[in-house]
């Protein structure tokens, strides 16, 4: 059924088509709008958040209606995974629906107990956030947080998925900023020798609040853009859908809540057909948030890629390709990133 739903969604998207029979393949589940940081480039911080959990009955409505075709939910969003109180809970629903599912955590709350439920458990994947190599960037990006103690917590919990034998896949990301920028080899030589890392990826800031005037120019629009045909759509903590994670962050407006309506009805909204018909028609930049975005824009061939494989797999190769392509080993065009604009540096306190 999944690789079927692919299937759709691949003949959808090469032929332009603005309704879709299938469903997205990934889903970002927003399942707590709660955290405990303060990070200069989270929108939360424009973008003020209540102090709310999504209800158990949205997000199993959401589970249940998106199973036969989801290949994974992402647990993550404006909010700190592990200060929902259901989210084991909700990992353990997804397994029974055979959904995998995966997260990212700022790491302050990864102490022992906790690493040892995660590897006990069904979580298919991890990211580990640590945006710096030295306590100066990392605790000026991640504001509340402590370089040692987050560092040591990611330190253990790899060395305990090494030694358990067991666990969901391990990738330290770092977001590269103006004020890292500096540290990406170290970062990478640190973390290439912890044993149980799976993978190190440097992620390109994709959010526009260190530099507002970054956006796309006209002429990148020239392939649709994956997120309205593959997904993932981003789910608020109360039922709130969004075309993409960036629609949100942009100031745009849900396409609809999954509380209220079905999830074909959603991904064929009315809004959703106009943005996949301007994108079609190369016009984009027309879409106020699709023309403000820091996403980078992949190739045709890639997105093609992406929905030949299972969700899995994809996420495997992605930091593999991004890095091949930021290393020039691969063509630049298979990448678009975003026009480049300076960026916020840290000064010293």
């Not at 391990?170 to 799976?198: C, K, L």
């Amino acid at each position: 059924m999944r690789a079927f739903n692919r299937a759709k969604l691949l003949w959808g998207y090469l032929r332009g088509h603005r309704r879709l029979p299938a469903l997205p393949v990934e889903y970002i589940v927003e399942t707590t709008a709660k955290c405990n940081l303060y990070c200069p480039m989270c929108p939360r911080e424009t973008f003020k958040q209540p102090k709310q959990d999504m209800t158990d009955d949205i997000f199993r409505r959401l589970v249940e209606q998106s199973s036969r075709s989801a290949e994974h939910l992402m647990l993550i969003g404006l909010g700190e995974p592990f200060l929902d109180p259901l989210i084991f809970d909700r990992i353990e629903y997804c397994q029974e629906h055979n959904v995998h599912t995966l997260l990212s955590t700022n790491g302050t709350f990864l102490d022992e107990e906790t690493s040892r439920r995660i590897l006990d458990g069904p979580l298919a994947h991890i990211t580990l956030s640590f945006d710096g190599a030295s306590k100066e960037s990392f605790e000026y990006y991640r504001k509340g947080a402590r370089f040692d103690k987050v560092r040591d917590n990611f330190v253990r919990f790899a060395r305990m998925k090494k030694e358990l034998g067991r666990g969901p896949q391990i990738v330290v990301q770092m977001v590269r900023m103006e004020g890292n920028s500096h540290e990406v080899d170290e970062f990478t030589r640190y973390w290439t020798a912890v044993p149980g890392v799976d993978q190190i990826r440097v992620k390109e800031d994709e959010t526009n609040l260190m530099r507002p005037d970054a956006g796309h120019e006209a002429a990148d629009w020239q392939h649709p853009c994956h997120y309205l045909w593959r997904g993932p759509m981003y789910v608020k903590w109360n039922g709130d859908v969004y075309p993409c994670c960036q629609s949100y962050m942009l100031e745009g407006r849900p396409v609809g809540n999954v509380g209220e309506q079905s999830l074909p009805e959603i991904f064929n909204a009315p809004e959703m057909q106009r943005m996949r018909k301007l994108h079609v028609e190369r016009r984009a930049g027309e879409i106020d948030i699709c023309s403000r975005c820091c996403t980078t824009i992949p190739h045709p061939l890639l997105v093609a890629g992406s929905l030949l494989f299972h969700g899995s797999t994809v996420r495997k190769l992605l930091p593999v390709v991004e890095r091949l392509t930021y290393l020039a080993k691969l063509p630049r065009r298979l990448l678009k990133p975003p026009k480049r604009q300076p960026l916020v540096q840290i000064t010293k306190q």
